[in-house]
């Protein structure tokens, strides 16, 4: 389920990144970029390699924190170890008689594969 999460984000993330690099540099000029008054002094492909990637993280980080949110606290803050094979002290062993919520313990939540 992690890495069907990683591609939800990383791939239109770098669609997204294409086409940002497209439309940006279809009205900025590489060789024309300045940082601190001074000319950047890369090569072109340099600083559409250097873009890219900032556009790609940028995208996936906004992907991350939308997957990120629309996760239920449920999904969130489940124990992933079963409970026969969770420590004696852990905490969320009492929790299934306390907690009347279905979990993919009892096999009636219908949303865990």
């Known amino acids: 389920m992690l890495a069907q999460r990683v ?3 990383a791939w239109p993330a770098f669609l997204m990144a294409a086409v940002m690099e497209m439309v940006v540099f279809a009205f900025v000029d590489p060789n024309e970029l300045h940082w601190a008054g001074e000319l950047l002094g890369w090569s072109r492909q340099a600083i559409y390699t250097l873009a890219f990637f900032v556009f790609w ?3 996936m980080a906004s992907g991350a924190l939308t ?3 629309s996760m239920s606290p449920w999904e ?4 992933p170890v079963p409970p026969d094979q ?3 002290d852990c905490a969320r ?3 299934a ?3 009347p919520r279905p979990s993919c313990d009892d096999g009636r939540c219908g949303g865990c594969a």
Do not use: D, H
Request: one cysteine or more.
């Open 97 to 99: 008689a306390s907690n």
């Open 7 to 9: 591609m939800w984000i």
């Open 57 to 59: 993280g940028l995208t």
């Open 86 to 88: 969770r420590p004696a």
């Open 67 to 69: 997957t990120l949110l």
């Open 93 to 95: 062993n009492g929790e």
């Open 76 to 79: 969130i803050n489940r124990c």
